[in-house]
């Protein structure tokens, strides 16, 4: 089953604690503090993997966290670092931030790889915050909460050629012709239902890559039929046939619609590379074809060619030309413009007054803090004090008139206020 389209959400791993501890050794009466740093928390990566072909993994499995780095240990031990998270998708596949659709990353090249979320950074340990004043300090840092991403996975196929045209003009029948593709071949609009790829083999070292794109309507490039769904896959093709059904009633018609939707959907046709292939000559008269290929010659500079699937009529003669104008061009995996995301302009803290005149403070930052912060310890009380007036909650406070003995809430822990 081929998806191109997926939605992941993402999260690195939160940095390990730092410890709190001392040294107890015979004969060191006063050992001084040896808590270790935490490590490291897991890094989310996305990696272009050339033995996927679809985001149909994706469907099963939606969310990724990679794991938490370890506390910091007694004996100023650092805590182990986590393993990073490494996802493997096709190459080609744009990775764009699911709220703006910014293009984040765009992954065309085997091996490339993207960092989605960072880890977070282990705590220190209560080893850094010995000072002259403070030799046996109660207290150790927090890690660095992991973060997390919604991320959308849009897969735009990487072929040489790719074959476009309307429902039923032969685009499979084509690909199953000339490779070993066997894509469902009917006679009836839709047949196709996703891209098909296949690798035209001239020898040794000598090949290129052909996508079958599911049949284009009109309206195509507002959604219509299947729309966006793969008209995206067009985008990265060196070289487009745009194949006709000469059997059709009008066929310069025909032409004319998907070329119309190609240039709506964002497509140069003034510059893409594209020959017109007339398929199913066989179903149609000599004169007819004349008529057809005087008609086509006068309306379009676009190199033209007949050919009959069913009798392999113009087959070979199509794919040399086609070899042979891919030697004159350069390749076409054209990188989506990458973006950047904006700054998180939220606010450290904020404040807000409960019922019974409780001001709460509402700090993920803060209250990991006071998380592992030691209350029992007055050194402790004091360290955390200090972050709330250097953050500028205290001020925040007396600016909202907190009043004398006025109780301040942080996580479920609540103050008395004393100015």
């Given at each position: 089953?081929?998806?191109?389209?997926?939605?992941?959400?993402?999260?690195?791993?939160?940095?390990?604690?730092?410890?709190?501890?001392?040294?107890?050794?015979?004969?060191?009466?006063?050992?001084?503090?040896?808590?270790?740093?935490?490590?490291?928390?897991?890094?989310?990566?996305?990696?272009?993997?050339?033995?996927?072909?679809?985001?149909?993994?994706?469907?099963?499995?939606?969310?990724?966290?990679?794991?938490?780095?370890?506390k910091?240990?007694?004996?100023?031990?650092?805590?182990?670092?986590?393993?990073?998270?490494?996802?493997?998708?096709?190459i080609?596949?744009?990775i764009?931030?699911?709220?703006?659709?910014?293009?984040?990353?765009?992954?065309?090249?085997?091996?490339?790889?993207?960092?989605?979320?960072?880890?977070?950074r282990?705590?220190?340990?209560?080893?850094?915050?010995?000072?002259?004043?403070?030799?046996?300090?109660?207290?150790?840092?927090?890690?660095?909460?992991?973060?997390?991403?919604?991320?959308?996975?849009?897969?735009?196929?990487?072929?040489?050629?790719?074959?476009?045209?309307?429902?039923?003009?032969?685009?499979?029948?084509?690909?199953?012709?000339?490779?070993?593709?066997?894509?469902?071949?009917?006679?009836?609009?839709?047949?196709?239902?996703?891209?098909?790829?296949g690798?035209?083999?001239?020898?040794?070292?000598?090949?290129?890559?052909?996508?079958?794109?599911?049949?284009?309507i009109?309206?195509?490039?507002?959604?219509?039929?299947?729309?966006?769904?793969?008209?995206?896959?067009?985008?990265?093709?060196?070289?487009?046939?745009?194949?006709v059904?000469?059997?059709?009633?009008?066929?310069?018609?025909?032409?004319?619609?998907v070329?119309t939707?190609?240039?709506?959907?964002?497509?140069?046709?003034?510059?893409?590379?594209?020959?017109?292939?007339?398929?199913?000559?066989?179903?149609?008269?000599?004169?007819?074809?004349?008529?057809?290929?005087?008609?086509f010659?006068?309306?379009?500079?676009?190199?033209?060619?007949?050919?009959?699937?069913?009798?392999?009529t113009?087959?070979?003669?199509?794919?040399?030309?086609?070899?042979?104008?891919?030697?004159t061009?350069?390749?076409?995996n054209?990188?989506?413009?990458?973006?950047?995301?904006?700054?998180?302009?939220?606010?450290?803290?904020?404040?807000?007054?409960?019922?019974?005149?409780?001001?709460?403070?509402?700090s993920?930052?803060l209250?990991?803090?006071?998380?592992v912060?030691?209350?029992d310890?007055?050194?402790?009380?004091?360290?955390?004090?200090?972050?709330?007036?250097?953050?500028?909650?205290?001020?925040?406070?007396?600016?909202m008139?907190?009043?004398?003995?006025?109780?301040?809430?942080?996580?479920?822990?609540?103050?008395?206020?004393?100015?």
């Open positions: 089953m081929f998806v191109d389209y997926a939605k992941v959400s993402v999260s690195s791993g939160k940095g390990g604690d730092g410890a709190v501890a001392f040294r107890k050794e015979k004969f060191i009466p006063a050992g001084g503090p040896a808590g270790g740093d935490g490590g490291r928390g897991g890094t989310v990566f996305f990696k272009a993997d050339p033995s996927l072909h679809t985001l149909l993994d994706f469907q099963y499995k939606r969310k990724f966290k990679a794991l938490d780095g370890e910091g240990m007694i004996k100023n031990m650092y805590g182990k670092a986590a393993l990073d998270l490494t996802i493997s998708v096709p080609g596949t744009v764009r931030e699911a709220t703006s659709g910014i293009v984040l990353a765009d992954l065309i090249e085997e091996g490339e790889t993207f960092m989605a979320v960072k880890g977070g282990g705590g220190r340990g209560n080893t850094h915050f010995a000072t002259a004043t403070r030799k046996a300090p109660h207290f150790a840092e927090p890690g660095e909460a992991g973060k997390s991403l919604e991320i959308i996975l849009e897969l735009k196929l990487i072929a040489d050629v790719g074959l476009a045209g309307l429902p039923n003009a032969g685009k499979s029948s084509l690909l199953a012709c000339v490779s070993a593709a066997r894509p469902k071949i009917a006679d009836y609009p839709f047949t196709t239902l996703s891209p098909n790829l690798v035209i083999s001239f020898g040794p070292g000598d090949s290129f890559v052909m996508a079958d794109i599911p049949g284009l009109a309206g195509a490039s507002d959604g219509l039929g299947l729309g966006h769904e793969f008209l995206r896959h067009i985008e990265r093709n060196t070289l487009l046939l745009h194949l059904d000469s059997s059709s009633e009008d066929p310069w018609a025909d032409f004319r619609i070329e939707e190609l240039a709506a959907y964002g497509i140069n046709v003034e510059t893409k590379p594209r020959f017109v292939v007339l398929n199913k000559i066989d179903l149609i008269d000599e004169e007819t074809l004349e008529t057809l290929l005087a008609q010659r006068a309306e379009t500079p676009l190199p033209l060619f007949a050919i009959s699937t069913a009798t392999r113009g087959v070979q003669e199509l794919m040399n030309a086609a070899r042979a104008k891919l030697a061009l350069p390749v076409s054209r990188r989506e413009p990458i973006g950047m995301l904006p700054k998180d302009d939220k606010p450290l803290f904020t404040i807000s007054i409960e019922k019974g005149q409780v001001y709460v403070v509402d993920p930052r209250e990991s803090i006071l998380a912060t030691h209350l310890s007055g050194q402790a009380r004091v360290r955390f004090l200090g972050i709330l007036e250097n953050a500028g909650v205290i001020a925040k406070l007396r600016e008139g907190i009043p004398e003995g006025g109780t301040v809430r942080v996580s479920d822990t609540e103050f008395t206020f004393h100015d």
